[in-house]
C-alpha cells in the first residue's frame, strides 16, 4: 500500500521535497514523509486520497517535535519518534516515512533510495521537457520515466478539474477511460 501510495504520487511528493529541501537547505534523506491511512467514520485517511505531509528529520526528533503528529494520539509516537532516529542512523541516505495504517497501528518506512528516489532525482524538478527532463532520463529507467510523465499529465488534469470544480475522483476516471481505450486498440 505504501509503495503504490509512493508511486502513484511521486510527481507531487518530488516538488513537495523541492520545496522542503531547498527551504532548510537539507538533501531528501533529511526529510520525513508523514503517511495517514486512518479512516475517520465515512471518511477515508488522507492519504487514501493522495495527501501527506513532509517535515524535516529534525523537526520530528528533537527538542519538543514540533512536527510530530498531534492526532495521532492512538499511537505510542515517542516509541515511534525515537525509532525513527534509530532507522535515521543505520539507513542515513534514505527518506523515510511514518505511517498510521488503516487499522490504526504505526510504522516506519524507509523509501527505496537510489533512482527516483536520489537527490539527483530531485534536482531535476520541476520537469519541464528541457534539460531537466532529459537529466531525469539518465537517472531513472525507461518504465518508471513513463509513469512519470503519465503523472505529469494527471498532475495537471488535476488542477485544470480543480479550476472547473471538479473532483480528483473525476480525473481519475477519465484518466482510466483513456487507459482502456488505449488497451482496446
Same mark, same amino acid.
Given at each position: 500500500?505504501?509503495?503504490?501510495? *509512493? @508511486?502513484?504520487? @511521486?510527481?507531487?511528493?518530488?516538488?513537495?521535497?523541492v520545496e522542503v529541501t531547498r527551504e532548510h537547505g537539507i538533501g531528501l534523506e533529511d526529510v520525513v514523509l508523514e503517511l495517514d491511512f486512518m479512516s475517520y467514520g465515512a471518511n477515508p485517511g +488522507?492519504?487514501? %486520497? =493522495?495527501?501527506f505531509k513532509l517535515d524535516t528529520f529534525e523537526r520530528y526528533t528533537a527538542g519538543d517535535r514540533p512536527a510530530k503528529p498531534v492526532t495521532w494520539t492512538n499511537l505510542p509516537m515517542d516509541r515511534i519518534l525515537s525509532d525513527l532516529q534509530k532507522r535515521h542512523r543505520i539507513s542515513p541516505?534514505?527518506?523515510?516515512?511514518? %505511517?498510521? $495504517?488503516?487499522?490504526?497501528? =504505526?510504522?516506519? @518506512? +524507509?523509501? +527505496? $533510495? =537510489? =533512482?527516483?528516489w536520489s537527490n539527483e532525482a530531485l534536482a531535476c524538478f520541476p520537469l519541464t521537457e528541457g534539460e531537466n527532463l532529459e537529466r531525469f532520463k539518465s &537517472?531513472? $529507467?525507461?518504465? $518508471?520515466h513513463n &509513469? %512519470?510523465?503519465?503523472?505529469?499529465l494527471r498532475n495537471t488534469l488535476f488542477k485544470a478539474d480543480a479550476m472547473a470544480g471538479l473532483d480528483r475522483q473525476d480525473t481519475l476516471d477519465f *484518466?482510466?477511460? *483513456?487507459?482502456m481505450a488505449k488497451g482496446g486498440q
Open positions: 500500500m505504501i509503495e503504490a501510495f *509512493l @508511486y502513484d504520487n @511521486y510527481v507531487e511528493i518530488m516538488m513537495a521535497l +488522507p492519504a487514501s %486520497v =493522495g495527501k541516505s534514505s527518506i523515510h516515512a511514518i %505511517v498510521r $495504517n488503516a487499522d490504526s497501528s =504505526g510504522s516506519i @518506512y +524507509p523509501v +527505496p $533510495n =537510489g =533512482g527516483m &537517472i531513472v $529507467n525507461s518504465e $518508471n &509513469i %512519470v510523465v503519465f503523472q505529469l *484518466l482510466t477511460q *483513456l487507459q
